[in-house]
């Protein structure tokens, strides 16, 4: 029966790699039956070839992707879970993917995305190029966006933003909506990073820009998880909206950069450019001051930091806030760190959020215990690997499933506790052995092909929870003990949730 179902979709060279034991032995090489050492080339161990694996998949490698993603993420096929409970007791497999060697550091694309962008010969956004492209377009960018001292220069950006949302959710004691208003809050602050400039979707839940973004999250989250040939079909209806909103998009993001370069060149012919810099950080104005980046790829890059930085930060900010508002004890610990810390102050500086390791360790355990993603990083083999005894060839995708990593006893005891002790050093052998181990922990994926806005997002997120604490004694409705989610493209409520604001 399990077997029947797989190859009804042809899946792909696709497996899904679990972690491991307690002894964390890496054995990361090219496959082979001999292995060089001191005494000369000497027999290994035999390795089984890939098909001998199971649930090894073979077929068009896309579709079986998301099924085997969905299957197995949604535990709705043993075959899949199985391969999970078989694969687990054994060695190290995380490790042995994420530290496989990589050049060219091919991820799974969006196929939707893809499709799109090959037929109106748009170009190609950072997240569907790879290599040297790839490179070319992330060294500049990753420069200003992963640099902590960088990203600091935004806070003030950030605050504002999060002021107004503070004095939004002030006008009333709850909202019905908290997801919705967080990706508002989140195009609204991503919008500072990218255009310098308010989009004023805080005020109006019907914000063109903010309906655009939603719907076309909506739409790429379907095509992952519930694909269909017709998504990719040009006169489908879903694949016609889902043109009409990227169009939108690219639109509003190109309308707000090109406006954003003419202001900038006032300011030039102004002689008032150098001034406005010094008190203002300003993205686009870095990218194309670079001489290695040209404006068609600054355009590029800032439209895809806009697409990519809004659900992601919505969705971790909504559990974050729920999950301090479902243990009112660790909310409690929070309130007094930022007593102690920030006091009353409504001006936050990169000092504050260097000593709030309370307040960091609830972030991290959020992420752990919803992890973000619907399953983990993936990426294309650029070499034969040998895991756990069976020959896994070039060319192979192969997923580790960080969300069941990141809820496994082995590396988090107590795991579907929200513990964000866990992540503070002195009670690290007690809650925590994952510091033994990083892999177990990826919620900004792995390696040089990371979250490239993992800097931006956090100091965000940061910055919205204290200021939201700061301000107000948070909950849910009574009677509400947990919040339940699911997969899009990444993890979301399954319905909308209601969050209660008492003001402190
Ligand atoms: C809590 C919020 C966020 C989470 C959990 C998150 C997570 C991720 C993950 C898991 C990846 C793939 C990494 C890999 O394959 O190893 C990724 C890639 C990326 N993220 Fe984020 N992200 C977040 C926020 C943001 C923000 C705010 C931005 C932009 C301002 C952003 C921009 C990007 C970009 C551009 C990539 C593609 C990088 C590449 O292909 O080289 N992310 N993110």
Redesign the pocket.
Known sequence: MKMSILHKFRPPHLINRQSCAKVFSCYTRRTSATTTTNEGTKPTHSVKPFSEMPEALSGPRFISMFYFIYLYITKKSPALTSFYTTMKQKHDYAKTVFQAPEKEHR?FKLQLMDFFTKKNNFQKP??LLDGKE?EVQ?KPTQEKMLRPAVVANYVPLIEKVTDDFIEKLGRKDKTEDLFTDLLNYATES?GM?CFNKRLGCMENDNNPVAVNVRKLFEMLGTSVMRPRKSHMTPDSKFYQEYEKETFEFTKIAGDLIDSQKVLLTKMKDEGRLEKYLEEEPNFLHSLLSDPRVTEESATSMVT??FG??IE??AN?LTFVLTDLSLYPDKQKTLYEEIQRVVGDSTNLTKEHLARMSYLKACVKES?RRTF??SSG?GRYLETDLEVGGYEIPKDTLVVVNSALMSNDERFFPRPTEYLPERWLRDTEGELTVSRNFPFAYT?????P??????R??EN??FIAVIKIIQNFQISLPAGVTEIKSDYTLFRTPSEKVTLYFKKR
Request: net charge positive.
């Open positions: 991820r950072l997240a790839w992330r991503v990073l895809t930091l990519a930085g992601t930060s971790t992420l973000p993603l990083t919620p900004f994926g792995n390696g092909r990371s979250c490239l806005g993992q931006f997002a965000e997120i």
